[in-house]
């Protein structure tokens, strides 16, 4: 070697990365060589069977699982299983997140029996003060 690693760098071009020919060839070879995001290759893709596109944000599913957060300490999975089970409909499960100590970190996730039942608590309880305190 009879150059200093200044002088190497000061001779190499800059902006020209040495790249393996076999890497990346396989995706090439499935997903093309464009350079578009995805979300502009799908809207480019004509659909031909006549169904509409609904974009994911505006979509949504029926859910069958909430978490409920903000709780106070004192309040148990019972009482949150009778207020859901009144209110909006059977439930599979309630579970009541503890930290170390056995504190109620104050959420709760909530597993409704019918899907869509989530959805309708959500609408109903969202941003909402549960014992109006």
Do not use: C, W
């Amino acid at each position: 070697m009879d150059k200093s690693l200044d002088e190497i760098i000061a001779t190499r071009p800059k902006g020209i990365r040495k790249s393996n020919p076999r890497r990346n060839s396989g995706k090439a070879q499935v997903l093309g060589t464009t350079n578009t995001a995805p979300a502009t290759r799908a809207r480019a893709v004509p659909v031909s069977n006549g169904a509409k596109i609904v974009p994911a944000a505006t979509a949504q599913q029926p859910a069958d699982k909430i978490i409920v957060s903000n709780l106070p300490p004192d309040v148990n999975e019972l009482q949150v299983k009778e207020l859901f089970h009144s209110t909006v409909g059977p439930l599979k499960d309630v579970t009541l997140h503890y930290d170390s100590q056995g504190r109620s970190k104050g959420v709760a996730a909530v597993h409704f029996q019918r899907r869509g039942d989530g959805t309708k608590a959500y609408q109903q309880y969202n941003n909402r003060l549960i014992d109006g305190s």
